[in-house]
């Protein structure tokens, strides 16, 4: 089978999001979920930068601005994030997902 | 290509072995390594700003900030292993994350991509700052007024103390 060097960015991308998706389903440590929800992020921000790299018209430079806007998203949630993990453990003196069943303060 | 292979074998072997660690500070530090290889895939790739912005905004900053919360949130020094996960989970976990690898590879090999050939393209930074302040200025500002909302809203959600009683009004 002949692999495109495109079609071996796209496979990487895939790849790094199922990682990020077996990660964020699969442990119950809500650090390690938001990683993988991380992960994903930059899956999807490869995949942009893959097409912008082997697109036809190489002066468009809407991939690059595309990924600079997700980068600063995916950056303000992880701070949301990171912050609701210090609040839920403030509140019940562990992080575990499966604890954290109700949101009352 | 064989420089794409090597990135991609690294920044696999990290992410694979960072999301299968138990102990969760040697995670963040194998994720570091993740963050910085994508970093080097961007280079590849010839976007030099994107690389220096995920540098700085991933292995520098979120790294960082996810330390200090693991740091904040365990209560002694060995409370950073994780007790391990039911196997049910994991295996559903890998079943529904194996069948969306096979989906999107099946796609992804089966579809012709119209690819150029030739060397990498590059951007310069004056073109991204013009496209950014040009056609894209009101992205750009809703990106400052989400940034200023969601770092508010962190720091109100973070430091506020929960309230010692409360009075269950009939």
């Given amino acids: 089978m002949n692999v495109t060097p495109l079609q071996l960015c796209l496979l990487f991308s895939s790849a790094l999001f199922c990682i990020g998706l077996a990660g964020a389903l699969s442990r119950s440590n809500t650090i390690l979920v938001l990683l993988g929800v991380e992960l994903m992020l930059n899956a999807a921000n490869l995949n942009f930068i893959a097409f912008w790299r082997f697109s036809p018209s190489p002066a468009a430079s809407t991939g690059v601005i595309f990924v600079i806007f997700a980068i600063a998203v995916a950056a303000a949630e992880a701070a949301v994030g990171l912050a609701l993990v210090i609040a839920i453990y403030r509140h019940q003196k562990n992080i575990r997902l499966q604890d954290a069943t109700q949101l009352r303060g | ?170």
């Fill in chain 2, 1 to 170: 290509m064989i420089p794409l292979i090597l990135i991609v074998l690294v920044t696999l072997a990290t992410a694979v072995v960072a999301m299968s660690r138990r102990n969760l500070i040697h995670s963040v530090l194998l994720l570091i390594g993740t963050w910085a290889g994508i970093a080097a895939f961007y280079l590849w790739a010839g976007a030099e700003f994107v690389a220096f912005a995920q540098m700085l905004i991933y292995v520098g900053a979120v790294s960082m900030v996810v330390l200090f919360a693991v740091l904040l949130t365990r209560r002694s020094r060995e409370d950073a292993t994780l007790i391990p996960e039911s196997l049910g989970r994991a295996f559903s976990a890998f079943i529904v994350a194996g069948l969306a690898f096979g989906l999107v590879a099946f796609a992804v090999l089966s579809t012709q991509l119209p690819a150029r050939k030739g060397g990498a393209s590059t951007i310069s930074v004056q073109q991204i700052g013009t496209g950014l302040m040009g056609s894209h200025a009101a992205a750009l500002l809703v990106i400052g007024l989400i940034l200023t909302v969601a770092l508010l809203g962190a720091v109100v959600i973070a430091a506020t103390e929960p309230r010692e009683s409360e009075e269950d009004a009939p």
